[in-house]
């Protein structure tokens, strides 16, 4: 059987080609693309298409092709992660969090990921592939259906390294960004990168002024490396140097992430190197507690040791934030998406 085409995988012009190759006139595409992205992916609910041109889209197209395999919500905090099915079997997480200002969407652009950051839960399992523009684009559209609600914010933090899959990335960010799809302006929108340098600079380049995230978590060469293999590959210095080139290059502030883990980057000192790095940039720290990962012996320290690395940070005029965390009691926090939930899965699919 010939695969499915899947119509959030196309940009409007190739829907309406494809469109038309179903033997329907040409504005049936813009009434197909505003449904789908009104977050209806059921042909059986485009209620002015005609019965007809819906049978002939089951038949041979599909929305993104995603189920929802499970869903659990935080009793802490009322954040959702979601475990989807793709259409070739795997499974990836994401996750849907009320802030003050809206919701926000934290989705994945990878089955798996390849660069094996040690405290980090996805990478523990390797790659499988990319996530298509499709797949990401319908992980928002469930999230933003089971809600009711609109999605004002979407953060590339899911599950893979967003860079390493960078044009699909691309074209999932201006396709957010349309005012015929989800309207979510440049500055809802952030990418996280573990620090791949020449994608970083290309991304510089591409007049695109969304929020740019670098997940630093060690403040010296030689701690980065420990759990970081990107950093063997692209050293301390020349991720600095490029994080500074973007800077210069857009004229926006990036946001350096930083697990604090108990014992290992969280002293005093490493707070005051920090710092260094900092100074007199456009730039800012956002502290996360580590979050516990199975298999791994990462720990959080106290509040009071987190809160006195913020304080340095401040005292040296550095803007740093603790995040909130969301989500942790059902391991929907930073560093805590998998792809191999399948034990909740199968326990659906009984
Ligand atoms: N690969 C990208 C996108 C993942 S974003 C990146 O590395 O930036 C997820 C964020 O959570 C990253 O900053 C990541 O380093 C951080 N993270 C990973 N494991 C974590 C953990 N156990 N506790 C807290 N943060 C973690």
């Known amino acids: 059987m010939p695969e499915k085409i899947d119509l959030l995988d196309l940009e409007l012009p190739e829907l309406t080609d494809a469109v038309t190759s179903l033997g329907e006139k040409p504005f049936r595409a813009r009434q ?3 449904w789908l992205y009104a977050g209806v992916l059921d042909f059986d609910g485009m209620t002015d298409l005609s019965a007809a041109f819906r049978a002939k889209l089951a038949a041979g197209c599909m929305a993104g092709g995603l189920c929802i395999a499970d869903r659990q919500v935080s009793a802490q905090d009322g954040t959702v992660k979601y475990l989807f099915g793709l259409i070739d079997g795997n499974l990836v ?15 994945s652009t990878q089955v798996g990921c390849r660069m094996g950051c040690e405290f980090c839960a996805s990478s523990h399992l390797g790659l499988v592939r990319n996530l298509t523009v499709g797949e990401m684009t319908a992980q ?14 979407v ?15 691309l074209a999932l960010l201006r396709r957010l960004n349309r005012e015929d799809t ?34 630093l978590h060690a403040p010296t060469q030689a701690l980065r490396e420990q759990t970081m293999p990107v950093a063997k590959k692209w050293p301390l210095p020349e991720l600095l140097s490029a994080c500074w080139k973007y800077v210069e290059l857009t004229g926006r502030r990036i946001t350096f992430e930083y697990a604090l883990v108990r014992g290992w980057n969280d002293s005093p000192e490493h707070a005051a190197a920090l710092a260094d790095i900092c100074r007199n ?23 009071a040791a987190v809160q006195g690395f913020q304080r340095i940070l401040e005292e040296n ?17 930073c560093g805590q998406l998998r792809r191999d939930t399948m034990r909740q899965a199968g326990k659906e699919q009984q």
């Open 155 to 169: 953060v590339l933090m899911g599950i893979g390294e967003p860079f390493d899959n960078y044009g699909n990335v």
């Open 140 to 153: 928002v559209l469930h999230m933003m259906k089971d809600a009711g609600e609109r999605i004002s914010h």
């Open 182 to 215: 989800l309207e979510i302006s440049h500055r809802k929108l952030t990418v996280s990168t573990c620090g791949m340098v020449p994608a970083i600079l290309r991304f510089a380049e591409e007049g695109i002024p969304v929020n740019l995230s670098v997940s």
């Open 317 to 333: 005029g550095i803007a740093a934030t603790i995040r909130r965390e969301l989500g942790s009691d059902i391991e929907a926090a």
């Open 281 to 303: 940039r456009l730039c800012h720290v956002n502290l996360i507690p580590v979050n516990p990962i199975p298999g791994t012996s990462f720990s959080q320290g106290t509040t």
């Open 93 to 107: 997480e994401s996750v849907l969090m009320r802030y003050r200002y809206g919701l926000s969407a934290c989705i």
């Open 32 to 34: 197909l693309w505003k």
